[in-house]
C-alpha cells in the first residue's frame, strides 16, 4: 500500500479511480496491525496524502485528495485517542473544510467529525469540570450572535446532548425562553379561538388548527418534562453551579414579582449559598429553591396562559396535556401548590366533567389525567380538599364513585377512592352486593369454564375429534406456569387444526428460527471481534 500510494505522489499511476480504491483500501485495515505497526504505517499515509493535496492543481484533485484524507482518518480512532495533538490538529482542518463550498467536501467533513466524536468523546472536553462549564458557556455567546434562523441549528446538538446529561444548564436555558413560549401559547390559543367563534367546533379538524395545537402540545409537554426532572434532590446536592445559574437567570424575570416574593426567594438562595459541605442536605436545599422558583415565579403567568384558556376553550380544542400538565405541578410542588391549587381546580374541574359525564368512551386521555390529577391532589394536597366548598366536594366524590362505571377503568381511580377511603372521607355504604340464591348443583367454575371453551373449539373447528378439543383444554390448564411447554402445546393444537386444511406451518416455528439466527449472529460478531481488522473501528467498542 505504501508503494503504491508513492506511485500516487509521483504520477505514475494517478487517477481519482485509484486514489479512492487505495485509501478505502488503507481505510479498512484498520485495527489489523499492532498499534506500534499502525502508528508508523498511519504517520506515513498522512503525510504522503498531504504532500499530494499540496501538489496537485485544480479544486477538483484537491477536493478529491482532501476527502480521501478525512476518510483514512476517520478509519483510525485508535490513533487519534492515543495522540491529542494530532487529533486537535484534524479537527481543526475539519472545521476548515466545512466552510469549503466545493460539492460533497462539507458532507464529508461533517461525517467524519461526527465519527471522530463518537469515538474519541472524551479526548475532545478536558475532563476539569469548570473548563468544560466554560466551553458550554462559549458556546451560548457563540449562538447568540448568530441569527435567528441560525440559532436552532447551533443549538440542536448541545441542547439534545444537555437534556440528557447536563439538566443544569438545561434548567436554565429554559427559564430563558419560558415567557416565549407562554406567549406562544396565547397566540395559538387566541388564533384557536378565533376560529371556532367565526366557524364552529368543526374547523379543529382543519390542517392549519391541527398545527397550531400540535405547537401547543409541545409547549406543554416541553413544560411536563422539564418539572418531572427537576424533580430529583440527588443530582442538585453535587450542582453547585446550578445556584449561579439560576442566579443569573432570574435576574431577567425577577421585575415583575412583588416584594414579598423578592424576600422569599433571596431568603432561599441564601441557605443555599451558606457554608453546607453535606451534599444530601444541599441537594434537598436547592430543590426547595426550584420549588420555590416554580411556585413563586413561574406558575402565576403558566396559569394565566393555560388553565385559563383550557378553561374557555370549547371541549374539541382542550388539551389533555394541560391535565398532565396540572398533575406533574402537584405531584413536584406539594405544599407549595396549595395557594393556586383552588384557581386550577376551578379552571379544569368543572369544564372536564362537562366533557366526560354524557358518554363513558369519548376523551379516554382527558379521563385518564383528569383522576390522576384527583389522585395527584388527594396525595398531597389533602387538606385543600377539605378546604373545598361542600357543593364542590361532593361533585369530586360523586365523580370518583361515577368513574367505576367506566369502561375504561384506570388504576388512578381506584387508587384515589381507596385512598380516601383511608382518609375517612367515604364513610357510607356505597351500595348492597345481592347474594343470589343460586339453585342446587351448580357448576364449579372451572368445569364451567372448560365446557364452555369445548362448545366454542367444537363450533369454530368441527373437524377436530372431542378427545382431541379435551386434551387441549386440559394442556391449557396444566402447563399455565411453565411458559415453554404452554407454547408447545398450543402449536401441537395449531398443527392438528392446519394439517386438515393443508395450510403451512413453517410460520409456527418462526420465533425459534429467529432465536437461532440471532444467536448464529452473536456468534460471528464474536469470532470477528477475536481477529484484528476484520471488524470496522466504529463497529468495535472503545471504552473511554
Not at 470 to 492: C, K, N, T, Y
Request: charged share 25%.
Amino acid at each position: 500500500m505504501i508503494e503504491k500510494l508513492q506511485n500516487q505522489v509521483d504520477g505514475s499511476e494517478w487517477s481519482w479511480h485509484n486514489l479512492n480504491t487505495l485509501c478505502w483500501a488503507i481505510g479498512s485495515i484498520s485495527g489489523a496491525m499492532q498499534e506500534e505497526d499502525e502508528r508508523g504505517f498511519l504517520v506515513i499515509v498522512i503525510r504522503d496524502l498531504l504532500g499530494l493535496c499540496e501538489q496537485k492543481k485544480g479544486k477538483d484533485n484537491k477536493a478529491i485528495v482532501a476527502s480521501n484524507i478525512m476518510y483514512v482518518v476517520g478509519q483510525y480512532p485508535r490513533f487519534l485517542r492515543a495522540h491529542w495533538r494530532f487529533l486537535k490538529t484534524v479537527i481543526t482542518k475539519l472545521f476548515e473544510f466545512m466552510h469549503e463550498t466545493h460539492e460533497g467536501v462539507q458532507d464529508m467533513a461533517c461525517d467524519t467529525f461526527i465519527k471522530i466524536a463518537q469515538k474519541c468523546r472524551r479526548q475532545m472536553v478536558n475532563v476539569q469540570p469548570y473548563t468544560l462549564w466554560t466551553f458550554l458557556q462559549s458556546r451560548e455567546v457563540v449562538a447568540a450572535v448568530q441569527h435567528s434562523e441560525n440559532q436552532p441549528q447551533c443549538l440542536q446538538i448541545p441542547r439534545t446532548t444537555l437534556l440528557d446529561s447536563g439538566r443544569i444548564l438545561a434548567i436554565s436555558q429554559l427559564i430563558r425562553i419560558y415567557f416565549d413560549m407562554l406567549n406562544v401559547y396565547k397566540i395559538m390559543s387566541q388564533n384557536i379561538g378565533q376560529a371556532v367563534a367565526a366557524n364552529g367546533e368543526q374547523v379543529t379538524k382543519q390542517p392549519l388548527i391541527k398545527s397550531m395545537r400540535s405547537v401547543k402540545k409541545a409547549i406543554l409537554n416541553v413544560l411536563s418534562c422539564w418539572i418531572r426532572r427537576t424533580h430529583d434532590a440527588a443530582w442538585y446536592g453535587e450542582a453547585v453551579e446550578f445556584v449561579e445559574e439560576i442566579l443569573k437567570d432570574i435576574d431577567i424575570i425577577i421585575n415583575d414579582l412583588h416584594s414579598q416574593q423578592v424576600h422569599t426567594f433571596y431568603e432561599a438562595v441564601g441557605i443555599i449559598i451558606s457554608a453546607q459541605t453535606d451534599a444530601t442536605v444541599r441537594g434537598k436545599q436547592i430543590e426547595r429553591l426550584c420549588s420555590l422558583l416554580i411556585a413563586e415565579v413561574c406558575l402565576p403567568p403558566l396559569l394565566d396562559a393555560v388553565a385559563d384558556d383550557y378553561q374557555r376553550n370549547v371541549p374539541a380544542a382542550r388539551e389533555s396535556e394541560v391535565l398532565a400538565l396540572m398533575t406533574n405541578l402537584v405531584n413536584r410542588l406539594e405544599e407549595h401548590i396549595l395557594p393556586s391549587l383552588p384557581r386550577i381546580l376551578d379552571a379544569v374541574f368543572q369544564s372536564t366533567l362537562e366533557m366526560i359525564d354524557k358518554d363513558l368512551e369519548e376523551y379516554p386521555e382527558h379521563r385518564t389525567n383528569f383522576f390522576s390529577l384527583l389522585e395527584a391532589v388527594n396525595s398531597h394536597c389533602f387538606s385543600a380538599l377539605l378546604a373545598l366548598p361542600t357543593d364542590k366536594f361532593k361533585l369530586i366524590l360523586d365523580s370518583v364513585i361515577w368513574a367505576i362505571k367506566h369502561t375504561m377503568r384506570q388504576s388512578t381511580i381506584l387508587a384515589f377512592m381507596f385512598k380516601l377511603v383511608e382518609n375517612d372521607v367515604i364513610t357510607e355504604q356505597l351500595g348492597e352486593i345481592p347474594i343470589p340464591n343460586y339453585p342446587p348443583g351448580t357448576k364449579p367454575n372451572v368445569q364451567f369454564v372448560h365446557q364452555s371453551l369445548h362448545q366454542l373449539l367444537k363450533q369454530v373447528f368441527p373437524h377436530l375429534q372431542d378427545t382431541q378439543i379435551r386434551v387441549f383444554i386440559d394442556g391449557l390448564f396444566s402447563f399455565d406456569q411453565d411458559v415453554a411447554a404452554f407454547r408447545e402445546h398450543v402449536r401441537d393444537f395449531l398443527v392438528q387444526i392446519r394439517e386438515v386444511a393443508g395450510e403451512d406451518l413453517s410460520d409456527l416455528y418462526l420465533e425459534e428460527r429467529e432465536a437461532e439466527i440471532a444467536q448464529a449472529q452473536a456468534a460471528k460478531l464474536r469470532r470477528q471481534a477475536g481477529v484484528p481488522g476484520i471488524l470496522g473501528p466504529h463497529e468495535v467498542d472503545m471504552c473511554d
